[in-house]
Nanobody, 115 residues
Framework: QVQLVESGGGLVQPGGSLRLSCVASETVLARDAMGWYRQAPGKERQLIARLRGGRDPEYADSVRGRFTVSRDNAKNMVYLQMINLKPEDTAVYYC?????????WGRGTQVTVSS
């Protein structure tokens, strides 16, 4: 099973930026999906960004234009660059991989946007 470890969360003021990183314990093939979910208090976990094979990145409407997902296949890592953060972006952010054996999530990293 793939194990995922996120890093980079924290407290940031509205309008600020953060970069999340995630490393996978095993090789993730370029054709497999990697991305990010988030879960705010009292809400369901939501897919916000992902990369699949050679396709264009996919984003939730709520983050498009502010978040950028990227990956380094050689390092088995996926990143989420977040700019112009808003209080409603406050959530636990989970790294995600889908390969031929199933779906995997990390334990999450907290992002809090507050003044």
């Amino acid at each position: 099973q793939v194990q995922l470890v996120e890093s980079g969360g924290g407290l940031v003021q509205p309008g600020g930026s953060l970069r999340l990183s995630c490393v996978a314990s095993e090789t993730v093939l370029a054709r497999d999906a990697m991305g990010w979910y988030r879960q705010a208090p009292g809400k369901e976990r939501q897919l916000i960004a992902r990369l699949r094979g050679g396709r264009d990145p996919e984003y939730a409407d709520s983050v498009r234009g502010r978040f950028t997902v990227s990956r380094d296949n050689a390092k088995n890592m996926v990143y989420l660059q977040m700019i112009n953060l808003k209080p409603e972006d406050t959530a636990v952010y989970y790294c995600y991989v889908r390969d031929s054996t199933g779906d995997y999530w990390g334990r999450g990293t907290q992002v809090t946007v507050s003044s």
